[in-house]
């Protein structure tokens, strides 16, 4: 069982890249996510999805789309990068449920825009 | 201020010491959860919990929902529990949906 998998683990990018992250998972997870934690943050929210064909905006969605075609993939674009995007990305899935199941992180990605 | 907090920010102990870790939250919430991020960066579910007391190991979970606060506890702590803790809560929004807050995290170094 992989539970969630997300790629690259590094990535350096040069101002106005643009990269896409990619994120899945195995266990018919119904939400995903995708997070930014910055040096002393906490994991700040930039897109989530309830199920396949629903997104929706998180806390800091500015520069960044996702979509969500299929239950196990939420790839997180990146567009014309910029440096305040320098941050390690976490993807992140969960059933979702009023009760609050447990949550499933990728292994992050720590990505570098100079 | 954070809908979520945590204290303390940084904590350093010998081996063998006793470790808490404190989480006190402003919002509704239906359950809180503590994680564990090591040095590599992988975040892990240590515990989920909406009342009382959870153990695993040497970790202990509890909760007091009229206060809005919950502790994590380590016990005999050991350099490999050298991580950064994390206290998430599945909050109700009033739009009715939940979302996770996080807290900041707690910084643990247990030196040899």
């Known amino acids: 069982n992989a539970g969630v998998t997300q790629t690259p683990k590094f990535r350096i990018l040069k101002i106005g890249q643009s990269m896409t992250l990619q994120c899945t998972q195995d266990?018919?997870?119904?939400?995903m996510y995708w997070y930014r934690q910055d040096p002393g943050m906490g994991l700040k929210l930039i897109y989530y999805?309830?199920?396949?064909?629903?997104?929706d905006k998180g806390e800091v969605p500015n520069g960044y789309n996702v979509s969500r075609s299929t239950t196990e993939d939420f790839p997180l674009r990146l567009e014309l990068a910029a440096p305040s995007q320098t941050s390690v990305y976490f993807c992140?899935?969960?059933?979702?449920?009023?009760?609050?199941?447990?949550?499933?992180f990728g292994n992050g990605t720590r990505l570098t825009v100079t | 201020k954070n809908e979520v907090e945590q204290s303390p920010q940084n904590l350093t102990a010998q081996e063998g010491e006793f470790i808490t870790i404190n989480c006190s939250y402003s919002?509704?919430?239906?359950?809180l959860h503590w994680l564990q991020q090591h040095p590599g960066g992988g975040i892990v579910s240590l515990f989920m919990?909406?009342?009382g007391k959870k153990k695993h190991g040497r970790l202990i979970a509890t909760i007091n929902i009229q206060e809005k606060h919950s502790s994590l506890h380590i016990t005999a702590s050991h350099p490999r529990d050298s991580a950064v803790y994390i206290c998430?809560?599945?909050?109700?929004?009033?739009?009715?949906?939940?979302?996770?807050?996080f807290g900041t995290g707690t910084r643990l170094k247990v030196l040899a």
């Open positions: 992140a899935s969960s059933y979702g449920d009023s009760w609050g199941s447990p949550l499933h």
């Open positions: 266990m018919n997870h119904n939400y």
């Open positions: 998430a809560a599945w909050a109700l929004l009033t739009s009715g949906t939940y979302k996770y807050i």
């Open positions: 919990l909406s009342s």
């Open positions: 999805s309830v199920g396949a064909g629903i997104t």
């Open positions: 919002v509704g919430i239906s359950a």
